[in-house]
């Protein structure tokens, strides 16, 4: 068996620990794809594509990710920690969909993928770099409907005073309003000179916060 071809997929993101996915051609004649660059404790390693494990809840037989809290169809709560554990105690979450039985296949793989991984990161940095990974579309933006054909997503009308948006989408406008900048400090939505003032009431007897006021002064 002989590893034809490995295509590579980067990813752009430096703090994710996935680095890149790719697909390898056996013989020119069978491929596999979704394989996993992931970035480890000890360098980088190869995972095989997967799935996600999935069992059925007790009340109406419906499946969840072994993850799940709740039942997607009745809501049920289900055990958090129901997935088997491994030699290291972590949770089976996941199933290879296709994987090495042996040692040496497991390597010969691994050097390969790694070896046009490091090709892939170099050819990137070149003018001109197109990726071959073939994606079947998943990252390009779908083609709008027949009733969005007048949707806009930039802005129509900007006002530098107030710097209110409008948008238009599905032919009705929407106006955003940004909040004001008050540089004197009132509040934004009365001036307290505006607000009514309360009756002062005061005894015709006492000054007010007279010593020995007692309680009901100043009431008339």
Known sequence: MEISEVRIKLMNDPHERLLAFCSITFDVSFVIRDLKIIQGAKGAFVAMPSRKLMDRCPKCHTKNHLRASFCN??????DENRADKDDAGRARLYADIAHPIN???RELIQEEVLKAYEEERVSAQQ???ICRYDDFGEEDYARLGP???????TPL???????????????????IDAAEDRSDGKPPHHNPADQPTADRVTSQNREPGAQGDSFGSGIV
């Not at 169809?73 to 289900?78: D, F, K, Y």
């Not at 900007?158 to 929407?174: A, L």
């Open 127 to 129: 003018e001109g770099y």
């Open 103 to 105: 040692s040496e296949c």
């Open 147 to 153: 009733y969005e054909e007048d949707y806009d997503e």
């Open 73 to 78: 169809q009745c809501g049920v709560r289900l």
């Open 157 to 175: 009308v900007q006002s530098p005073r107030t710097e209110s948006t409008v948008h238009r989408k599905n032919g009705q406008v929407f106006r």
